[in-house]
């Protein structure tokens, strides 16, 4: 950055390990932090929340499940809708059974069992690998689906087959439901997200973390020195089932209301699967930047034909749209295949010399 | 217990026994239905074992192949003519990809190359529905539907498909003789193109040229990990295989948990196989070292 690290001497471990070394840093994150807790519900008006800040927040938190799953570990999985919506159909049935039951500690609690079947999908990860891995969770995703469909107890035997957010109030506040405002279901998602950010980068940076990279980078050489395979590929799979129930839970009951399974399709695992691509594999950072790239993109490609005065017939726009998104993704792709955070991370150390490089 | 150990273990089978000819109907139909997913595997084991990427775009690419060639014939082009122009735009589609997305990315990871390619698949199916609407388009090339003659057709089509694939096989390898890299992607991602013709043509006309036919991509890829990547051989004998178990699952045992189980049996097939040779059915032996 503009800031250097010159004369911030440690002096302690504690302030060697700090998860923002450089105290400008801390200072421009806590700004950020305080900004989207304070100044965001204030400023942004329904639609921007409804429409672009509570999907992006959601789907961060989809997409740090993700990376941590094919980013660090090297398991790539593109069962993602699948375990979001036994994260939902979990929420909805504990939420039913157990009225008072805070619905946070629903979230957390489908947390848990998503990450239980999340341990079971990736049992398979002990034999196979790479690409047999991904259509292999391919299973899990169509399986989990059908599940849902099929058994109405899932639904409470709703002849819909829809689930809906139940009203329920955290500390006389409204928090899901019909009757939760936009500013409150965004605080909400931006907590979760932002405990949630702190767990991953702590677990990366970790000897958890490392393993991981291990067994991604070489897992023969890993196992060799001593990581123990089975244990570690599993822990993956089950914190990042964790990360994806969590936030399948919050898709249905902070940002859609309702849904049935088709909201958690195939689409939903290759979304979050571009935007931890095109975020960045194996950095924190990126998991949120593709998460703003991919919401962003639709928002704007819809956006623009309107405000260039084009009217343009609904399906044509459509598959202009299919065919912007697609382009820009292989764009990327090719300008930079380690994604946004790289891009970041490349502006930060031309930051340092300017203006003066050498 | 027993009731329901009897109703998985021995009821289907008695139910199979107990009327032959409704058995073999739905096995043909099952073959019937594996041999288009062994198409489609066969497109993505081509371009898989030359260069290495997984082509999540082989569906849309079978279904583009398809409305390229009903859009021309309705436009009042004679069948021939039609399927010579369809194949000059499949190889110039080869030829694009190859230059626009493959080329920059050579020697990137094998996850980049694949998120390509699904982004190549949004791609054509914008501009494929651009070009010639998106509309569900009846394509009629003289084959034959009804559920006996389908017999017949098959020895046809599985000559078809053996005699393309040979050609390819040998050209490919011909040509990986000093050859360089770039042809022989363009080379493969024709050949690609032309099985998808070959395809689009099989499944457009059973059930009519429409977007659905881009997902039978999801389809050949339990077949993919059943026969193994690399293996053309296993790519047609894994379609069969899971055409038919597909079949037989959702006929004979599908009743018992509520139907409709043909979309994950498939993969639970393929993964249950998997567990026991992670290479396929005849996929190269995976040797690893460090």
Redesign the interface.
Do not use: C, D, K, T
């Given at each position: 950055m503009i800031y250097r690290e010159a004369g911030q001497f440690k002096s302690t471990y504690a302030s060697d390990q700090a998860v923002f070394p450089i105290r400008q840093d801390r200072i421009v994150v806590g700004l950020a932090v305080a900004a989207a807790v304070i100044a965001v519900p204030l400023v942004a008006n329904e639609y921007w929340l409804q429409a672009v800040l509570i999907p992006f927040l959601i789907y961060s938190l989809a997409a740090l499940g993700l990376n941590l799953l094919t980013g660090y570990a090297g398991q790539v999985s593109l069962g993602t809708g699948g375990f979001m919506a036994v994260g939902a159909y979990t929420t909805f049935k504990l939420t039913s059974a157990f009225p008072r039951l805070s619905v946070l500690l629903a979230f957390l609690l489908a947390g848990l069992v998503t990450a239980l079947v999340g341990l079971a999908f990736g049992l398979p990860s002990l034999r196979i690998k790479g690409f047999y891995l991904a259509v292999a969770t391919l299973a899990a995703q169509f399986f989990l689906l059908w599940l849902f469909n099929k058994v109405d107890w899932f639904t409470d035997y709703a002849s819909s087959g829809t689930i809906t957010a139940p009203p329920r109030t955290v500390a006389g506040i409204m928090v899901t439901g019909p009757a939760a405002t936009a500013p409150v279901r965004y605080l909400t998602a931006l907590a979760f997200v932002a405990v949630f950010a702190l767990v991953a980068k702590n677990l990366v940076r970790g000897r958890v973390g490392r393993s991981w990279m291990a067994i991604r980078d070489r897992d023969i050489a890993a196992e060799i020195i001593g990581v123990r395979p089975l244990r570690t590929k599993l822990l993956a799979f089950t914190i990042s089932s964790f990360f994806c129930g969590v936030a399948g839970a919050e898709y249905v009951f902070l940002y859609l209301g309702g849904a049935e399974t088709l909201a958690f399709d195939i689409n939903v695992s290759f979304l979050v699967l571009f935007m931890v691509i095109i975020g960045g594999l194996g950095s924190i950072l990126g998991s949120f930047l593709g998460a703003a790239f991919i919401v962003m993109v639709p928002i704007f490609l819809t956006n623009v034909p309107h405000l260039l005065g084009l009217a343009l017939p609904v399906a044509l726009q459509k598959q202009i749209e299919l065919m912007v998104f697609g382009g820009l993704i292989i764009l990327f792709l090719i300008v930079e295949p380690h994604g946004l955070a790289r891009l970041w991370q490349i502006t930060k150390e031309k930051l340092r010399l300017w203006p003066f490089p050498y | 217990m027993l009731d329901v150990l009897y109703g998985v273990l021995v009821g289907p089978v008695k139910d199979m026994a107990g009327s032959p000819a409704f058995l073999a109907e739905v096995v043909i139909g099952g073959l019937a239905a594996g041999l288009m997913y062994s198409l489609v595997a066969l497109g993505f084991v081509l371009i898989y074992k030359a260069s290495g990427v997984?082509n999540f775009a082989q569906g849309v690419m079978v279904l583009f192949a398809a409305l390229t060639l009903v859009g021309l014939m309705e436009r009042g082009a004679p069948l021939v003519l039609a399927l010579l122009l369809t194949m000059a735009v499949m190889g110039a589609l080869a030829f694009a990809i190859e230059r626009?997305?493959l080329r920059?990315?050579v020697n990137?990871?094998?996850?980049?190359l694949?998120?390509?390619t699904?982004?190549?698949?949004?791609?054509?199916?914008?501009?494929g529905?651009?070009v010639w609407g998106?509309n569900v388009k009846k394509l009629d090339v003289g084959i034959p539907d009804s559920s006996f003659m389908v017999w017949g057709v098959q020895v046809n089509r599985l000559e078809l498909t053996a005699a393309i694939t040979a050609a390819v096989l040998v050209a490919v390898m011909a040509l990986s003789i000093g050859i360089p890299l770039n042809t022989i992607w363009i080379v493969v991602w024709s050949a690609a193109g032309l099985v998808a013709i070959v395809a689009g043509i099989m499944w457009g006309a059973k059930s009519g040229v429409q977007f659905s036919l881009s997902l039978i991509a999801?389809k050949a890829?339990?077949v993919?990990?059943l026969g193994g990547?690399t293996s053309v051989p296993g790519a047609i004998v894994g379609g069969l295989i899971i055409g038919v178990g597909e079949k037989l699952a959702e006929v004979y045992w599908g009743p018992l948990?509520?139907?409709?189980?043909e979309?994950?049996f498939a993969?639970?097939l393929?993964?249950a196989f998997?567990?026991v040779r992670?290479?396929?059915l005849f996929g190269e032996r995976?040797i690893?070292?460090?």
């Open positions: - | 997984f626009v997305v920059p990315l990137q990871e094998q996850i980049i694949f998120m390509a699904i982004g190549l698949n949004f791609f054509l199916e914008g501009f529905e651009l998106s999801l890829l339990p993919l990990i990547f948990v509520g139907g409709a189980i979309n994950w993969y639970v393929a993964l998997l567990l992670p290479q396929g995976i690893e070292r460090v």
